[in-house]
């Protein structure tokens, strides 16, 4: 059996009747009280059961598992399938059964069970534990409101380090929560806030974008995904970088027409989309296919969701550069909300520019990005967290990704199979718990 948290203890209760003697060995030592402590355990432990009675034949003596809790949590039903042999003094054809939580021949049974120690799994079982979500999302698999038992806390600790939300910064969550809607049901005075937008952008230290007056149009969308969607749907061809946003692989209808940006011959008049910065290529390489893409008359689009919170100063031009899509959604705590804008050179007829046109986009979010950009700059939240995410990577021993929440471990690889197709997100651990709860527990 593996888990993938730190075992503390495991406590095997018996119901043993007339003779039935019941011993447990943890690493060929015994057990006393039928407990293992963590003392005693090692990263992987072989664990034997013997059982016995006087008289063999005596079917009044057994012993029956009620209860098998490891750090408290019941999972006897996960033991009950483990196989038990019989002594071979039985004349059996089959020695080896089921134990089905139930000793009543003398035998044995022997099994290993493994857990993590390590450091960033420590962690996350402290989270998982201490801090259990009952009500969990964004989440992939399984349902949102929850109970706290063996399987999601052993979920939970598996994935603790893997996503992509940005911290729970409390001066914005604290902000947010205390506008009311009557503040932004109003239309957006669009010329201006675009300007705004772009002012606030480029006041950054980090972060210049040069020419967007060659972006002719500019609207408001529910979040990048729908400007992703759009470009796809407007492609007969769409070149992408294999390691990118896993949404494109998640559609079928998109399947014939990707291809990849490295490995593929580039065709003209194809749709080339880059999320710039990335973490998986450096920027010399992707500028060097945009130049690339532009040459061969390619419509060139940017997911800049990374750019807020690039360890590198990034600089660009967008004289070469078709439509850019931006948000702090992966920086500020936004998720509730989830705004995002896009600049176009050409206009788009699709159900953003529609929805624009004809004041029917959410103004709610749209309003509350604007406010909050005259509260807190693009730099407030990388300025708060990037010596926090450098003390983090001294105590869990992790080296820096080009994205601050993202960081390299040795003993992170790709989930086989993904959680989605073509996710990669998971070769990294993402810093965002070990912030939220950064001097609350023992890191």
């Given at each position: 059996m593996n888990f993938n948290f730190p075992i503390e203890e495991i406590k095997f209760i018996f119901d043993c009747k007339g003779t039935a003697n019941?011993?447990?060995?943890?690493?060929?030592?015994?057990?006393?009280?039928?407990?293992?402590?963590?003392?005693?355990?090692?990263?992987?432990?072989?664990?034997?059961?013997?059982?016995?009675?006087?008289?063999?034949a005596d079917i009044d003596s057994f012993a029956e598992l009620t209860s098998l809790l490891v750090n408290g949590y019941e999972c006897k039903d996960k033991f009950k399938f483990l196989p038990?042999?019989?002594?071979?003094?039985?004349?059996?054809?089959?020695?080896?059964?089921?134990?089905?939580?139930?000793?009543?021949?003398?035998?044995?049974?022997?099994?290993?069970?493994?857990?993590?120690?390590?450091?960033?799994?420590?962690?996350?079982?402290?989270i998982a534990e201490n801090d259990f979500e009952y009500i969990k999302w964004p989440m992939v698999?399984?349902?949102?409101?929850?109970?706290?038992?063996?399987?999601?806390?052993?979920?939970?600790?598996?994935?603790?380090?893997?996503?992509?939300?940005?911290?729970?910064?409390?001066?914005?969550?604290?902000?947010?929560?205390?506008?009311?809607?009557?503040?932004?049901k109003l239309p957006l005075k669009v010329?201006?806030?675009?300007?705004?937008?772009?002012?606030?952008?480029?006041?950054?230290?980090?972060?210049?974008?040069?020419?967007?007056?060659?972006?002719?149009?500019?609207?408001?969308?529910g979040g990048i995904i729908p400007c992703l969607e759009s470009f796809a749907n407007r492609s007969n061809l769409l070149y992408i970088t294999k390691k990118a946003y896993y949404f494109y692989r998640y559609f079928d209808t998109n399947k014939n027409k990707l291809k990849d940006l490295f490995d593929d011959e580039l065709i003209e008049n194809s749709h080339v989309l880059l999320e710039f910065p990335t973490l998986y290529y450096t920027k010399e390489q992707l500028q060097l296919k945009i130049k690339e893409a532009k040459s061969k008359n390619c419509t060139i689009a940017l997911d800049l969701t990374w750019l807020p919170i690039s360890i590198e100063d990034i600089d660009i031009d967008l004289t070469d550069i078709d439509e850019i899509y931006f948000s702090m959604n992966k920086t500020w705590p936004v998720d509730d909300i989830r705004?995002?804008?896009?600049?176009?050179?050409?206009?788009?007829?699709?159900?953003?520019?529609?929805?624009?046109?004809?004041?029917?986009?959410?103004?709610?979010?749209?309003?509350?990005?604007?406010?909050?950009?005259?509260?807190?700059?693009?730099?407030?939240?990388?300025?708060?967290?990037?010596?926090?995410?450098?003390?983090?990577?001294?105590?869990f021993d992790l080296t820096q990704s080009p994205i601050l929440w993202f960081t390299k471990h040795k003993s992170y690889v790709r989930n086989d199979p993904p959680i989605f197709p073509g996710y990669y997100m998971d070769e990294y651990v993402c810093v965002r718990k070990l912030l939220d709860h950064k001097d609350k527990h023992w890191w």
């Open positions: 019941v011993q447990i060995f943890c690493n060929k030592k015994i057990v006393k009280d039928h407990t293992i402590r963590k003392d005693i355990l090692e990263t992987k432990n072989n664990i034997d059961i013997v059982f016995t009675k006087n008289d063999s038990y042999t019989i002594d071979k003094s039985y004349n059996f054809d089959n020695h080896v059964i089921n134990n089905n939580n139930y000793f009543g021949y003398i035998g044995s049974m022997s099994f290993i069970i493994s857990h993590k120690t390590d450091l960033l799994s420590q962690a996350a079982y402290t698999q399984g349902p949102h409101y929850r109970e706290k038992t063996l399987e999601n806390i052993d979920r939970d600790t598996k994935f603790m380090h893997i996503g992509s939300l940005a911290p729970k910064t409390k001066e914005i969550i604290d902000y947010i929560d205390q506008c009311t809607i009557k503040q932004f010329g201006e806030s675009r300007q705004k937008l772009e002012n606030w952008i480029n006041a950054s230290r980090r972060i210049q974008i040069n020419n967007f007056a060659s972006m002719k149009y500019f609207n408001f969308s705004p995002a804008w896009r600049w176009s050179k050409q206009k788009i007829k699709d159900s953003i520019t529609f929805e624009m046109e004809i004041t029917i986009y959410p103004k709610i979010p749209a309003n509350l990005f604007m406010r909050l950009l005259e509260k807190f700059s693009l730099d407030y939240v990388y300025d708060k967290y990037k010596d926090k995410v450098q003390d983090l990577r001294r105590t």
